[in-house]
């Protein structure tokens, strides 16, 4: 069969198999041309979530009537003026998409520049209706209605329209985070979905103020912001606290030079920066921007242009985990509002059963006629002096308060000058060992405790075979162990740090974390991990009874260090009730 030239429609045709996968791919190449023609105010309207209708208008430039017709020229655009793809500044650079999207829709648009006259294209599936004038006001806009209506098989693996709107609406939402100098608007079927206003605002602020309005109040109030500059790169925006998480990992916005991107490198960043602050289900929640250099990053990758390569992959590996553990070193010591309002919402008032008859005569005697069967098991001890002396003034310097005393031998109860706090003590010790471990070895290795008498652990052949390759790494760790025989293992001394841990239970459960990993892997690749096995073991156990110096002692510790406020495995580590909440409960607001 002879070689021949594909006609120019089958050619947009296959075009559009790699720009226009659903109504979400059209509305982020239209938003990107109008942000490329400098406007300050864009709509969308939708309908049947973008399947039956996409109009997008801006108030940009706007295009003459010549202009207007070499834009639906494939490859054909004025964003390349230089013909360098090293140095791309605009969000476009293909000159694909609007031929790409005119071959498989009903399409229109209209144009006009300031002082010019509005000019008009129809096309119907690649074949042009109209070309001819039109009035609007200066600006550009589009129309696509029935998209894939004549490609039956594309059409059929779109999702149901409620799924393209929601995919509609996220590619907005991260444009508009970008942006937050252009306003946004988007509106489904004559309903309005979002409005997020321009902010003539300093960028960090602008920034900031647009998340609050896309993301919510509730994300910025549990957020830190990052900023950190590196080599000529740059890091801002926000990321949550590790107890403001999500089950799914669809809530991480990132950016590179303004541009919504999905990078596996900038993600796996992301995990490794939060890798022991979240339990391995759930995701953080943040809005990250880089601003690099236009030749340090390749955005010529795909023809979505979500994906990028840069020129020092580790460099800005480094920069995101550093500005991120920054970040959440010097911030996240609190617990996420979310947590307060949670336990909040689990309180109910519950009426009291009927008192028996024999309690109600009992009554008549005196107190000293009820018996009880089951005393609470919660102890109060007076406070000690230091907190004392000056009940709101001591309590104003401590932002865990001053404890009050302990309940189930499980949760220090404690009062600040305005709120209540519920501890968990094993899960804040956990963290609070597990930062004290990760400071040693970072001085130098962690201190050892030899144990009187040597204890023997029984494990399987290939357990004890693992332990036994990483013995120096461990010892550098504080954990001193030699094999003993085929299937036992002898622990010499443990971490100091750790107390009067039980080694067994210590050592098992490293052999577990070292068979996940799998031999290959140094546990200093992994070493938050294995510090979390051991602080967990090191740390005070729920029924443990403290005295109120040592419960003090705790909260005090907490508050000078970083990431208190969530144990090793993400969860909360304390609650905090506002005094006014608490008398919401029982009706007194």
Same mark, same amino acid.
């Given at each position: 069969m002879p070689i021949r030239r594909l006609p120019e429609d089958l050619v947009n045709r296959i075009a559009a198999g790699e720009v226009v996968e659903r109504p979400a791919s059209a509305v982020k190449e239209l938003v990107e041309n109008a942000l490329d023609a400098g406007a300050t105010r864009i709509t969308v309207e939708l309908e049947g979530g973008g399947l039956d209708l996409i109009a997008v208008t801006d108030d940009g430039c706007g295009m003459n009537a010549d202009d207007l017709r070499l834009s639906l020229e494939r490859h054909a655009t004025s964003k390349l003026p230089t013909g360098d793809l090293e140095a791309i500044a605009t969000m476009g650079f293909r000159g694909e998409a609007l031929p790409s999207i005119a071959s498989v829709s009903r399409f229109r648009i209209t144009s006009r520049t300031t002082g010019g006259e509005g000019w008009e294209i129809e096309i119907d599936h690649g074949v042009i209706q109209r070309d001819g004038p039109?009035?609007?006001?200066?600006?550009?806009?589009?129309s696509v209605a029935d998209l894939f209506g004549k490609v039956p098989a594309r059409r059929k693996f779109m999702k149901s329209p409620r799924a393209e709107l929601a995919a509609c609406l996220d590619t907005v939402r991260r444009l508009a985070?970008?942006?937050?100098?252009?306003?946004?608007?988007?509106?489904? &079927?004559?309903?309005?979905?979002?409005?997020?206003?321009? !902010?003539? %605002?300093?960028?960090? !602020?602008?920034?900031?103020?647009?998340?609050a309005a896309i993301l919510g109040q509730e994300f910025t109030d549990n957020a830190v912001a990052i900023d950190l500059v590196r080599d000529?790169?740059?890091? =801002?925006?926000?990321?949550?606290?590790?107890?403001? $998480?999500r089950g799914a990992a669809d809530h991480q916005y990132l950016f590179v030079g303004g541009r919504p991107v999905k990078d596996r490198l900038l993600l796996g960043a992301v995990r490794g920066a939060y890798r022991d602050l979240l339990a391995r289900d759930r995701h953080p929640v943040l809005a990250l921007f880089l601003d690099v250099p236009f030749?340090?990053?390749?955005?010529?990758?795909?023809? *979505?242009?979500? &994906?990028?390569?840069?020129?020092?992959? /580790?460099?800005?590996?480094?920069?995101?985990?550093?500005?991120?553990?920054?970040?959440?070193?010097? =911030?996240? =010591?609190? *617990?996420?509002?979310?947590? !307060?309002?949670?336990?909040?919402?689990?309180?109910?008032?519950?009426?009291?059963?009927?008192?028996?008859?024999?309690?109600?005569?009992?009554?008549?005697?005196?107190?000293?006629?009820?018996?009880?069967?089951?005393?609470?098991?919660?102890?109060?001890? /007076?406070?000690?002096?230091?907190y004392a002396e000056s009940r709101d003034t001591d309590l104003t310097a401590f932002p865990l308060g001053a404890a009050r005393g302990q309940v189930h031998g499980s949760w220090i109860v $404690?009062?600040?000058?305005?709120?209540?706090?519920?501890?968990?003590?094993?899960?804040?010790?956990?963290?609070?060992?597990?930062?004290?471990?990760?400071?040693?070895?970072?001085?130098?290795?962690?201190?050892?405790?030899?144990?009187?008498?040597?204890?023997?652990?029984?494990?399987?052949? /290939?357990?004890? %075979?693992?332990?036994?390759?990483?013995?120096?790494?461990?010892?550098?760790?504080?954990?001193?162990? %030699?094999?003993?025989?085929?299937?036992a293992i002898l622990v010499r001394a443990t971490p100091a740090i750790l107390g009067n841990a039980d080694a067994k239970a210590l050592v098992r459960d490293l052999a577990d974390d070292i068979t996940s990993l799998g /031999?290959?892997? !140094?546990?200093?690749?992994?070493?938050?991990?294995?510090? *979390?096995?051991?602080?967990?073991?090191?740390s005070v156990r729920a029924g443990r009874s403290l005295s109120v110096t040592e419960m003090n002692a705790?909260?005090?510790?907490?508050?000078?260090?970083?990431?208190?406020g969530q144990c090793n495995h993400g969860r909360p580590t304390y609650v905090k009730l506002a005094r006014g909440d608490i008398e919401k409960l029982f009706g007194r607001r």
């Open positions: 039109a009035s609007l006001p200066p600006g550009t806009r589009v985070m970008a942006r937050a100098d252009v306003g946004f608007g988007v509106a489904h &079927e004559g309903r309005r979905i979002l409005d997020a206003q321009p !902010s003539a %605002d300093l960028l960090e !602020s602008a920034r900031v103020a647009r998340l000529g790169l740059r890091l =801002g925006g926000l990321a949550a606290v590790p107890t403001y $998480s030749d340090f990053v390749d955005v010529n990758v795909h023809p *979505a242009k979500t &994906e990028v390569r840069f020129r020092d992959p /580790a460099l800005v590996r480094g920069l995101i985990v550093s500005g991120l553990r920054h970040a959440l070193d010097t =911030g996240s =010591g609190h *617990a996420a509002t979310t947590v !307060s309002d949670a336990a909040l919402a689990a309180f109910h008032a519950e009426p009291l059963a009927p008192a028996p008859q024999s309690h109600r005569s009992a009554s008549m005697f005196g107190e000293h006629s009820f018996r009880f069967n089951a005393p609470p098991q919660a102890r109060a001890e /007076a406070p000690s002096p230091v $404690s009062e600040t000058a305005d709120s209540l706090v519920i501890v968990d003590q094993h899960a804040a010790h956990e963290r609070l060992t597990l930062e004290k471990m990760k400071r040693a070895m970072e001085g130098g290795g962690v201190r050892a405790q030899a144990l009187l008498l040597p204890e023997v652990v029984e494990l399987d052949e /290939a357990e004890c %075979d693992g332990l036994e390759a990483h013995a120096a790494e461990l010892a550098e760790m504080g954990l001193e162990i %030699d094999r003993f025989g085929a299937g /031999a290959a892997h !140094s546990l200093k690749e992994r070493l938050d991990e294995v510090f *979390a096995t051991m602080a967990c073991h090191g705790l909260l005090r510790e907490m508050e000078a260090t970083p990431h208190s």
